[in-house]
């Protein structure tokens, strides 16, 4: 199982994001770098939901934002290592939407269960597969803590175990 390692401040801040969006579903950017089986945030970029007030249930990043990102990652010599959104009034688990609209191979795809406005579980789930025909999300480990000189994290919040 990999990890994806996020310190307490930047996880906080995407809880509250999904908090502050409900009950339209928050969404962004995770930036920092993977290592190994590890990912490791060093900074959150909120993104406009491209279908906020569409009563449609989902997200979509906009476009600009996810382009905008990934400029600011190249400029920090960092990569994107995941995305984030909030489920509101659904558990912290991808729905097949989610899935079928998850593209980027090999990055993290953080869920928030948001209920009546309070964050309650994050769950992180790694995509994984050799393309669209066969990608499933596989839990991950989710370390909430800033690592230390070796970049070892204590985990925080457990992850469900299986794959989707």
Do not use: Q
């Not at 579903?25 to 939901?49: D, I, P, Q, T, Y």
């Not at 990043?61 to 994107?80: F, N, Q, V, Y």
């Amino acid at each position: 199982m990999g990890v994806l390692r996020i310190p307490p401040r930047l996880l906080d801040e995407l809880r509250r994001h999904g908090e502050e969006s409900y009950p339209e579903e928050s969404c962004g950017v995770l930036l920092g770098r993977r290592r190994g089986g590890a990912g490791e945030v060093g900074e959150v970029v909120r993104c406009a939901n491209a279908r906020a007030g569409a009563s449609s249930g989902r997200y979509e990043i906009d476009p600009r934002d996810l382009l905008a990102a990934r400029k600011r990652a190249r400029a920090g010599g960092r990569e994107i290592v995941g995305f984030y959104h909030s489920h509101p009034d659904h558990p912290a688990r991808p729905s097949p939407t989610d899935l079928a609209e998850a593209h980027w191979l090999g990055c993290s795809y953080v869920v928030t269960a948001v209920a009546a406005g309070r964050a309650g579980a994050t769950a992180s789930f790694l995509l994984a597969g050799g393309g669209e025909e066969d990608k499933h999300f596989r839990d991950e480990e989710l370390a909430a803590a800033e690592a230390g000189p070796g970049g070892e994290a204590a985990p925080a919040v457990p992850a469900g175990g299986g794959e989707w």
